[in-house]
């Protein structure tokens, strides 16, 4: 954001305004990439020209800003969906490794029925 700057005096036109308020925009911006390049990785990659088009379409059509957004939201989302598919498999081998037995489960089914017993139906 811009801070609002008024000038005074002989300096006070409004071209001198619009000069100051150009000036310090400018400055921001460099400051917001300089940050935002700082802060984050560069990759860089080739697509196949089908690909390239599909994500221009998507960039045309505002479903994404831009090519960048559109790869970094792919990734995110292959990072999630491989970080889940991971904690699902192990999951799975904990069940496996110490299946349930009737133990386990008699608690769930006493406590069912005894729910289904106390609500006057």
Not at 57 to 62: F, I, K, P, Q, S
Not at 85 to 110: H, K, M, N, V
Request: one cysteine or more; charged letters at 30%; a neutral charge.
């Amino acid at each position: 954001m811009v801070p609002e700057v008024t000038l005074h005096g002989s300096q006070g036109t409004d071209a001198w305004q619009r000069r100051l308020r150009i000036c310090m925009a400018i400055r921001v911006a460099k400051c917001n990439t300089h940050s935002y390049a700082v802060r984050m990785a560069q990759l860089v990659t080739r697509v196949g020209d089908d690909l390239a088009a599909a994500v221009d379409r998507l960039v045309e059509a505002g479903i994404v800003a831009s090519r960048s957004e559109a790869v970094r939201l792919a990734l995110e989302q292959l990072v999630d969906r491989c970080r889940r598919e991971e904690i699902g498999a192990r999951i799975r081998r904990g069940y496996l490794d110490r299946p349930q037995d009737e133990a386990d489960l008699a608690w769930a089914d006493e406590s069912t029925v005894r729910m289904i017993t106390e609500e006057p139906w």
